[in-house]
């Protein structure tokens, strides 16, 4: 009996307890949070080695505010996006679906990202992203975009349409001589045509705005012997007396007479002497107890390059300097490299095809490693030249300051409408990027798609490159200048 009196109070215990239970959930009012979400937490591209190596690690930015999805970086030119599968992530939505638009309604297609996420999409379409919160009613539109780049962006592009200028003596002029340097943040252009010598001034080589000043000096100029130095402008008589410049137009003589100029280092202009038959290293001005002295048997006396100075980041107080080619002393030709520090002239271990008259600037390159990482590379350039069988287009490669060469890559090979040439003035001048875009006067290069929303660094410059005429075969002088670029320079990053 005992045992039957506590289970009948169990139950009747247990009836009470959810009798309360029952009647605290009626009681209660039931309140839950449906999300409002329409984020895009993450996307990206699936592996698809038959497209492009690590397509899955190429970044994509995420513009939530902007509504935009895309790639800063653009694929290689010649990419298949026609068929790419993404994977997409969201933050508790409702519904995503994308939206192929290819300006046909009877093509245009429709995926329920949610349903079928491993549906491929064709990227040469017009994509939508449209993504839809658990709410059923907030909404947001994506416009997602695979970038793909329009042009090879480490290719040096001269091209024809947008590159070529005549000299600013205007295109029916015959040049007889130019010489063109970078003095005072200004480009100064030397001419001489059948009516004399002219000096065409300007600080935008972009533009076509060119200051002339016709030339009376008491000298009969060499315009390929033209230096440039920080302070002053150089150039040697036809008897090789030296005459000194601050403006390009009044000229004096320095009482210095040279068999022919070399290049500058800091404020000192280099040459070459001829002493009783024997040719020796001389400058202007002098040191306080230098001596000319003899050059090396290997050394060129006329027709190097341009000799180039740079600055060491070990160093900064000895600019270094590098020229390429020329001919030595026994009328060959010689392809060595030689620097000089200040104090003394050595020959490099680096050496291009012998030659005189090549073009020789300091420049970038770039590779990119297999998951698409580009670095960038500090490089001298050297194009062109006079050889033994005649005027060349070689390009040549090196990033350690002349110590090595390399056959430039068929990216930055000469193309075949820009004639072979050599003694031609080069310089590298930066171009604000707006500038470039307002410019008229020369085409712009077709680079990659840029989204709307997305705006430019405004203070970024492009290293455009700049070719002042150059001799044929015949020695005849071209009236152009042409203007190029590394492609992926010549649009700045996005910040």
């Not at 970038?147 to 005549?166: A, C, R, T």
């Not at 009969?220 to 390009?248: H, I, K, W």
């Not at 024997?278 to 050059?295: E, I, L, M, S």
């Amino acid at each position: 009996m005992k045992t039957q009196r506590i289970y009948f109070f169990l139950c009747i215990a247990t009836l009470f307890l959810s009798g309360i239970s029952c009647n605290s959930t009626d009681d209660e009012d039931i309140s839950y949070t449906v999300s409002e979400s329409v984020r895009v937490s993450a996307f990206s591209l699936a592996a698809n080695d038959s497209v492009l190596a690590n397509l899955d690690t190429i970044f994509f930015t995420i513009d939530l505010i902007g509504g935009q999805i895309y790639n800063a970086d653009s694929l290689p030119v010649g990419t298949d996006v026609s068929a790419l599968i993404a994977n997409i992530s969201f933050d508790n939505v409702g519904q995503a679906k994308i939206y192929m638009d290819f300006g046909d309604p009877a093509k245009n297609d429709t995926i329920d990202y949610i349903e079928n996420p491993s549906d491929s999409i064709d990227f040469t379409s017009k994509v939508s992203l449209v993504v839809t919160a658990q709410n059923g009613v907030t909404e947001k539109w994506y416009s997602v975009k695979v970038n793909v780049h329009q042009i090879d962006p480490d290719s040096l592009y001269w091209n024809s349409p947008f590159g070529k200028k005549s000299l600013p003596c205007g295109s029916q002029v015959t040049v007889k001589s130019q010489k063109s340097v970078y003095f005072k943040d200004k480009v100064h252009t030397f001419i001489e045509d059948n009516s004399g010598y002219t000096l065409y001034v300007t600080d935008n080589p972009l533009g076509n705005e060119w200051t002339s000043h016709v030339l009376s000096v008491p000298f009969t100029p060499v315009l390929n012997s033209l230096q440039a130095t920080g302070e002053a402008l150089y150039m040697l008589s036809e008897g090789g007396e030296l005459y000194r410049s601050e403006d390009g137009m009044a000229w004096t003589s320095t009482g210095q007479t040279f068999y022919s100029l070399v290049g500058t280092w800091k404020s000192r202009v280099l040459g070459i002497v001829s002493d009783n038959g024997t040719y020796k290293h001389d400058c202007y001005p002098r040191p306080d107890g230098f001596v000319p002295y003899a050059v090396a048997p290997n050394f060129p006396i006329t027709g190097s390059s341009p000799m180039v100075t740079f600055v060491s980041e070990y160093d900064l107080d000895s600019p270094q300097s590098i020229m390429v080619g020329g001919r030595m002393a026994d009328n060959t030709l010689t392809g060595a490299t030689w620097g000089y520090d200040g104090e003394a002239w050595a020959q490099l271990a680096g050496s291009i095809k012998p030659c005189e008259g090549a073009l020789l600037f300091p420049y970038f390159t770039f590779t990119t490693n297999e998951y698409w990482i580009t670095t960038q590379y500090s490089a001298w350039i050297a194009i062109g030249g006079r050889e033994s069988t005649g005027v060349a287009d070689s390009v040549y490669v090196s990033i350690n300051n002349g110590n090595t060469w390399n056959i430039a890559p068929e990216s930055l090979a000469m193309p075949a409408y820009i004639k072979p040439r050599a003694f031609a003035s080069v310089m590298v001048v930066d171009a604000d990027y707006e500038v470039v875009q307002s410019s008229s006067l020369w085409k712009l290069m077709p680079v990659r798609a840029v989204a709307h929303a997305v705006t430019r660094s405004s203070d970024y410059q492009i290293p455009y490159i700049y070719i002042f005429g150059g001799e044929d075969n015949s020695k005849q002088v071209y009236n152009e200048i042409w203007r190029g670029a590394i492609g992926r320079l010549s649009y700045p990053p996005i910040p």
